[in-house]
């Protein structure tokens, strides 16, 4: 027997792809009310494009791309992420030349060639939004308090972690200091950390390294380093998060996975998933569209990890929805069809193809989970009627079906 690959999944049992389903209902209308409109972008594209923004020195890039050679001889790569193929779609359609502020939402299959285990999958679902062209921390808020309303219609808990990354005043003198600290550690770090200090040394505070991180607790904060306008940009928007009721903690160790981000980053996390507890991700990314040669547009954006939620979301009690039709004779099972087919155009229809009793069709119904059930059989075909069971409060009928 041929299986599914390790880390990717299949969603099929009735009780997951209803979830799947109704994440994604859920998750479409808040999108749309915050003004997001849906983009697709393709599953593969040039390597070079995560090499560029989720940055070289990710682990995301240097351990886990699905990357290879086509039949063209093109260095291609399976997405890990949707925020650099949403730019590079961005930048490609001159919308950069744009003044309007684009949103734009996605969900669909990025892939890591991760370790699987609970909540870390090699193929998995994210469901994201990407806006462009706003550099107010309006727009930090409005992100964040969506992702609130996602979870809270799902009835889903989390907490909010929150900080700022900085930008290219701050970043670079508080990199200095990191390292000039690390430099004073060399000996007690993990060999991870000894490579990232030279690649990327913010990411040293998120090595999950417990000897690391007891040193890290006296690494110089990038919260005490940020420059005027990052300052006050981050305390805008705890201020706005206050105001619209919004518990978060200040994580000064939250830095992410990717390298595009700067000022605002954040995770939502969730304590009752195990070790893999981040349930959504995100941040501003003001320098990309730049990196990935469009015109300098200020962004922000976040992704939620689907599969992570599944067991988390409380679904609402499903009610019995449209109809079941079904015949109890032969001759009657061209004109079921014929009826059934009419009510479809507004309505769920089953319908069932084989002449039963009525006992086996009741019951088939009722899986159907149908609101009525329709049968017809001799008679009703001889009267040019229909038998009709309401499944809701019991009632039973014999109506025209002219008037059916
Ligand atoms: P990320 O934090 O790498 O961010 O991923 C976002 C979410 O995807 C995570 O919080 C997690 O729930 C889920 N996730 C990540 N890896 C896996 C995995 N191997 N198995 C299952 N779930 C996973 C990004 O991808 C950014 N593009 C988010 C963003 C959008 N930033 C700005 N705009």
């Known amino acids: 027997m041929i299986r599914s690959l390790r880390g990717m999944n299949d969603t099929l049992e009735l009780e997951d792809s209803a979830r799947f389903s109704y994440f994604i209902q859920t998750a479409t209308q808040i ?164 490579r990232r200090k030279e690649t990327n040394p913010v990411r040293v505070l998120d090595c999950k390294n ?29 201020s706005l998060l206050d105001e619209h009721e919004m518990a978060y903690e200040i994580d000064t160790h939250l830095v992410r996975g990717l390298d595009y981000y700067s000022k605002t980053a954040f995770e939502f996390v969730s304590t009752e998933i195990g070790a893999q507890s981040a349930i959504a991700g995100g941040g501003r990314y003001d320098r990309l569209v730049e990196f990935l040669d469009g015109r300098p547009t200020p962004a922000i954006g976040f992704a939620i990890g689907i599969e992570r939620l599944m067991e988390l979301i409380k679904m609402p009690e499903v009610n019995r929805e449209g109809y079941y039709f079904g015949a109890m004779d032969e001759n009657a099972i061209a004109k079921v069809f014929k009826l059934g087919m009419k009510k479809r155009k507004s309505n769920k229809v089953t319908i069932g193809y084989k002449a039963r009793n009525l006992k086996a069709h009741l019951k088939a119904a009722d899986k159907a989970n149908a609101s009525y059930c329709a049968i017809l059989g001799e008679n009703e075909l001889n009267n040019g009627t229909i038998w009709v069971k309401n499944l809701i409060n019991k009632t039973e009928s014999e109506i025209a079906q002219d008037e059916f």
Do not use: W
């Open 31 to 194: 999108a749309k009310n915050y003004g997001f409109r849906f983009i697709e972008t393709p599953q593969l594209e040039e390597t070079a494009l995560f090499k560029r923004s989720v940055g070289e020195s990710s682990d995301i890039v240097g351990k886990e791309m699905y990357q290879f050679i086509d039949k063209g001889e093109n260095d291609v790569c399976l997405r890990p992420e949707g925020t650099a193929g949403v730019v590079r779609a961005f930048v490609q359609n001159k919308y950069d030349r744009q003044e309007t502020t684009q949103r734009l939402f996605y969900h669909g299959t990025m892939f890591r060639y991760e370790r699987p285990q609970k909540g870390r999958l090699r193929q998995f679902h994210q469901f994201g939004c990407e806006s462009f062209g706003e550099s107010n921390v309006l727009e930090d808020a409005s992100l964040i308090l969506m992702v609130r309303d996602i979870f809270n219609a799902l009835g889903i808990n989390f907490t909010l972690k929150l900080n700022s990354l900085g930008d290219q005043n701050c970043m670079p003198q508080y990199r200095d200091k990191l390292v000039s600290f690390l430099d004073q550690h060399k000996a007690e770090i993990c060999e991870d950390c000894q």
């Open 210 to 238: 417990d000897k690391c991180q007891t040193i890290y607790a006296n690494a110089p904060k990038l919260m005490q380093n940020l420059c005027e306008g990052c300052d006050n940009d981050f305390k805008t928007l705890t």
